[in-house]
C-alpha cells in the first residue's frame, strides 16, 4: 500500500474495510499527504472510484483514530473511459491504495504521460474559463437588479477561476491552501504579475494584518455553526434536491468539518495569513451559495444564484448573523454602485486579456 509510514497505522484498518465493499473498485490517496507537504493538521484526501451509477463527485469527511479523513466519491466510468479535467489533478497525484481491476492504476499511469501535455492543459484551462464566464453572467445580472454585494461576490469568484489559467499554465498546483503563493509564482513566469496583483487587490487580502485574519477567523467559526445549525433543522428539504448538492450540505453541516476547518485556518494564518483569508473566503462562498439554496427552498421562493447575498439579506428565515458575519469576512459589506461596476469591468477585461493570450500562453509555456 503506497501511503506515508505515519499514515498507516491509522488508516489500514479503515482502507480494509473499504476494500471489502464491491462497489468500490479503487482506492488512492491524493492532496497533501500525497505531494509530500501536509501539515499537521491537514486532513487526508482519499479518492474513491465506486461502481454505483452516478454522474458527479461528492464528498464525505469522517474521523479515523482522530485523523481527519476527505473522502471522494467518483464514478468508475470517469476513471475508465474519459477522465474529466476537474479531476485530472487528483488522478495525477494520486498514490494507487487498492485497484481491484487495474483501472485506476491504468488511469494514473495515462495521466503521467498526458497531465504536460499542451492539448490537456488546454483541456482544463478552457474548463476554468468557462467557469469564470458563468460567474461575470451572474455578476452582471446582479449588478443590473441592483445587488452590489452579489456582483462583487461573482466577480471575485470570476477572477478566481481566471487565476487558475494562470496557476496551470504556469505548472503550479492548485491548492487551497497556497493558492496566492502559486498563483504569485506563476504570473511572474508568465510576464502577467499585473493580473495577480489586480485579483489580491479586488480581494482586499494586501491590507489585511495577521491580526485582521485571527478577527475573520473567529467570526467564521460563529457564521458556520448558524449555517450547521439551520441545515440541521431543515435537512428534510435536501431530499429534493440534487444529490451533489445534498452531500455537500451534508459535508458542510458536521462538526468533524468544521473542526478539522478551523484547526488548518489557524496553523495558515501563523504561517501566511494572507493564504489564509483567501482559503477563508473561498470554502465560506461555496458554503453561503448552497446554504442560499437551502434557504429559498425553506421559503419556496425560485432561487437565483446571481442574487445569492440579496436573498440571505432579504430573508426572514435566515438568521442575522450569518448574513452579517458573511459579508465582513468576503470583504462585501459596503459595495456602491460604483465599486460594483468597476469590479465587474476589471474582472470582465481580465477574462479578455487572458481569452486572448491563453492558447499563445500554453504553446510558449507548456508546449
Same mark, same amino acid.
Given at each position: 500500500?503506497?501511503?506515508?509510514?505515519?499514515?498507516?497505522?491509522?488508516?489500514?484498518?479503515?482502507?480494509?474495510?473499504?476494500?471489502?465493499?464491491?462497489?468500490?473498485?479503487?482506492?488512492?490517496?491524493?492532496?497533501?499527504?500525497?505531494?509530500?507537504?501536509?501539515?499537521?493538521?491537514? !486532513?487526508?484526501?482519499?479518492?474513491?472510484?465506486?461502481?454505483?451509477?452516478?454522474?458527479?463527485?461528492?464528498?464525505?469527511?469522517?474521523?479515523?483514530?482522530?485523523?481527519?479523513?476527505?473522502?471522494?466519491?467518483?464514478?468508475?466510468?470517469?476513471?475508465?473511459?474519459?477522465?474529466?479535467?476537474?479531476?485530472?489533478?487528483?488522478?495525477?497525484?494520486?498514490?494507487?491504495?487498492?485497484?481491484?481491476?487495474?483501472?485506476?492504476?491504468?488511469?494514473?499511469?495515462?495521466?503521467?504521460?498526458?497531465?504536460?501535455?499542451?492539448?490537456?492543459?488546454?483541456?482544463?484551462?478552457? +474548463?476554468?474559463?468557462?467557469?469564470?464566464?458563468?460567474?461575470?453572467?451572474?455578476?452582471?445580472?446582479?449588478?443590473?437588479?441592483?445587488?452590489?454585494?452579489?456582483?462583487?461576490?461573482?466577480?471575485?469568484?470570476?477572477?478566481?477561476? =481566471?487565476?487558475?489559467?494562470?496557476?496551470?499554465?504556469?505548472?503550479?498546483?492548485?491548492?487551497?491552501?497556497?493558492?496566492?503563493?502559486?498563483? /504569485?509564482?506563476?504570473?511572474?513566469?508568465?510576464?502577467?504579475?499585473?493580473?495577480?496583483?489586480?485579483?489580491?487587490?479586488?480581494?482586499?487580502?494586501? !491590507?489585511?494584518?495577521?491580526?485582521?485574519?485571527?478577527?475573520?477567523?473567529?467570526?467564521?467559526?460563529?457564521?458556520?455553526?448558524?449555517?450547521?445549525?439551520?441545515?440541521?433543522?431543515?435537512?428534510?428539504?435536501?431530499?429534493?434536491?440534487?444529490?451533489?448538492?445534498?452531500?455537500?450540505?451534508?459535508?458542510?453541516?458536521? /462538526?468533524?468539518?468544521?473542526?478539522? =476547518?478551523?484547526?488548518?485556518?489557524?496553523?495558515?494564518?501563523?504561517?501566511?495569513?494572507? /493564504?489564509?483569508?483567501?482559503?477563508?473566503?473561498?470554502?465560506?462562498? !461555496?458554503?453561503?451559495?448552497?446554504?442560499?439554496?437551502?434557504?429559498?427552498?425553506?421559503?419556496?421562493?425560485?432561487?437565483?444564484? +446571481?442574487?445569492?447575498?440579496?436573498?440571505?439579506? /432579504?430573508?426572514?428565515?435566515?438568521? +442575522?448573523?450569518?448574513?452579517?458575519?458573511?459579508?465582513?469576512?468576503?470583504?462585501?459589506?459596503?459595495?456602491?454602485?460604483?465599486?460594483?461596476?468597476?469590479?465587474?469591468?476589471?474582472?470582465?477585461?481580465?477574462?479578455?486579456?487572458?481569452?486572448?493570450?491563453?492558447?499563445?500562453?500554453?504553446?510558449?509555456?507548456?508546449?
Amino acid at each position: 500500500m503506497d501511503v506515508p509510514s505515519k499514515l498507516r497505522s491509522i488508516l489500514d484498518p479503515f482502507i480494509d474495510d473499504l476494500r471489502a465493499r464491491e462497489t468500490i473498485s479503487g482506492i488512492g490517496l491524493f492532496g497533501s499527504w500525497s505531494r509530500g507537504d501536509a501539515a499537521p493538521s491537514s !486532513d487526508v484526501d482519499l479518492l474513491i472510484v465506486e461502481s454505483k451509477d452516478f454522474d458527479y463527485e461528492y464528498v464525505e469527511r469522517v474521523e479515523v483514530n482522530n485523523c481527519l479523513v476527505d473522502l471522494n466519491y467518483v464514478p468508475k466510468r470517469w476513471v475508465t473511459h474519459r477522465v474529466p479535467p476537474e479531476i485530472d489533478q487528483k488522478i495525477y497525484e494520486t498514490k494507487v491504495i487498492f485497484d481491484r481491476d487495474g483501472s485506476l492504476t491504468k488511469a494514473k499511469n495515462l495521466m503521467l504521460k498526458v497531465y504536460w501535455r499542451p492539448e490537456r492543459v488546454e483541456i482544463r484551462t478552457e +474548463a476554468h474559463l468557462i467557469e469564470a464566464d458563468t460567474y461575470i453572467g451572474r455578476a452582471r445580472m446582479a449588478f443590473n437588479r441592483g445587488d452590489y454585494q452579489s456582483t462583487k461576490f461573482n466577480s471575485i469568484l470570476g477572477f478566481c477561476s =481566471l487565476m487558475k489559467i494562470l496557476t496551470e499554465i504556469g505548472k503550479k498546483p492548485i491548492l487551497s491552501s497556497f493558492f496566492i503563493r502559486n498563483l /504569485e509564482s506563476a504570473s511572474k513566469n508568465l510576464n502577467m504579475h499585473s493580473l495577480y496583483e489586480n485579483y489580491v487587490k479586488l480581494m482586499g487580502l494586501a !491590507d489585511l494584518s495577521k491580526a485582521d485574519v485571527k478577527v475573520m477567523l473567529n467570526m467564521l467559526s460563529s457564521v458556520w455553526r448558524s449555517i450547521m445549525d439551520f441545515t440541521a433543522i431543515n435537512f428534510s428539504f435536501t431530499k429534493s434536491f440534487h444529490p451533489k448538492v445534498s452531500a455537500k450540505l451534508n459535508y458542510y453541516r458536521h /462538526e468533524n468539518f468544521l473542526k478539522g =476547518l478551523i484547526a488548518r485556518l489557524m496553523d495558515l494564518t501563523e504561517e501566511a495569513h494572507i /493564504e489564509s483569508a483567501h482559503y477563508m473566503f473561498h470554502v465560506l462562498a !461555496d458554503a453561503i451559495t448552497h446554504y442560499a439554496f437551502l434557504l429559498s427552498a425553506v421559503e419556496g421562493v425560485r432561487f437565483d444564484y +446571481a442574487t445569492t447575498m440579496k436573498h440571505i439579506s /432579504e430573508s426572514k428565515s435566515s438568521p +442575522a448573523e450569518i448574513y452579517h458575519g458573511a459579508v465582513n469576512i468576503l470583504n462585501i459589506k459596503d459595495v456602491s454602485k460604483g465599486e460594483a461596476e468597476e469590479t465587474l469591468k476589471s474582472v470582465t477585461e481580465a477574462a479578455l486579456n487572458i481569452r486572448r493570450k491563453r492558447k499563445d500562453l500554453i504553446s510558449q509555456f507548456i508546449g
